[in-house]
C-alpha cells in the first residue's frame, strides 16, 4: 500500500521535491540543453538556491532575494527559450509535485510555478499568447500563506549568499 501524500511543510520537503524534479529535468530532451550548465557542474550547487527561492515563495522565508528573470535573460541568450521548453518545465513540476505532495502548499507551488512561468515566457520571448499547462495548476484557488519554516537538511543548508546578492 503507498503511503497517503502529506503537504509540503518544511525545507526538506522543499529539498525532496528539488531533487526528484531537477533529476528529470536535466535528462528531459527538450529542457537538457538548457540545463547542460547546471548539468555539468551538478545539482548540489543549484538546489540550494533552489531551496530559498522556493521556500521563499511557498513560506515567505526571504532567503530568495535575487531577479530570477535576469538569471533566466542570460539563459535565454545562450538557449533561447519557447513555450514549449516553459511547458514542458511545467508539465514536469506539476507531475512531480501531485506526486510527491498533496495539499494547500503543493497547490500554491504549482499555482505560482505557473504564473511566474508565464511571466517569464512573456518577459522573455515579447509574445502574449498563454501557455498550455495541464490540468490542475491554473485552476487551483488562491491559498494563504502558511507559517514560516527555516529548517534546513543535511543536503540543503541555508547560507547560500542568494539574500544578499541583488
Ligand atoms: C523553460 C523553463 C526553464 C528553464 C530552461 C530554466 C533554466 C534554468 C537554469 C539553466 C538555471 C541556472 C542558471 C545559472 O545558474 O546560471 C536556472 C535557475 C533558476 N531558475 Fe530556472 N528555468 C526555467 C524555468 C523556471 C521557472 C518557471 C522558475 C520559477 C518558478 C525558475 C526559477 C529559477 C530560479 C529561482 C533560479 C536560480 C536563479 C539564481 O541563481 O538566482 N526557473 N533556471
Known amino acids: 500500500m503507498t503511503a497517503p501524500r ?5 525545507r526538506a520537503d522543499v529539498d525532496a521535491l528539488l531533487w526528484r524534479f531537477y533529476g528529470q529535468a536535466l535528462d528531459d530532451k527538450l529542457l ?3 540545463f547542460a550548465e547546471v548539468r555539468a557542474k551538478g545539482l548540489s550547487a543549484h538546489i540550494p538556491v533552489m531551496c530559498d ?3 521563499t515563495v511557498l513560506f515567505r522565508a526571504g532567503l530568495y532575494q535575487r531577479s530570477a528573470l535576469q538569471v533566466h535573460r542570460v539563459v535565454h541568450d545562450r538557449v533561447p527559450l519557447s513555450a514549449r521548453h516553459f511547458e514542458r518545465w511545467l508539465t514536469l513540476w506539476i507531475a512531480t509535485v ?6 494547500p502548499v503543493a497547490d500554491r507551488a504549482k499555482l505560482q510555478a ?21 490540468d490542475g495548476a491554473a485552476a487551483s484557488p488562491p491559498v494563504r500563506h502558511g507559517p514560516r519554516h527555516r529548517e534546513s537538511d543535511k543536503r540543503c ?4 549568499g542568494t539574500r544578499s546578492a541583488r
Do not use: K, N, V
Request: no cysteine.
Open 6 to 10: 502529506t503537504d509540503l511543510a518544511s
Open 32 to 34: 537538457a540543453e538548457p
Open 53 to 55: 527561492f522556493w521556500e
Open 98 to 103: 501531485d506526486q510527491m505532495y498533496q495539499g
Open 114 to 134: 505557473t504564473r511566474i512561468a508565464g511571466a517569464m515566457h512573456r518577459r522573455l520571448t515579447g509574445s502574449d499568447t498563454a501557455l498550455t499547462i495541464p
Open 157 to 160: 543548508t541555508a547560507g547560500t
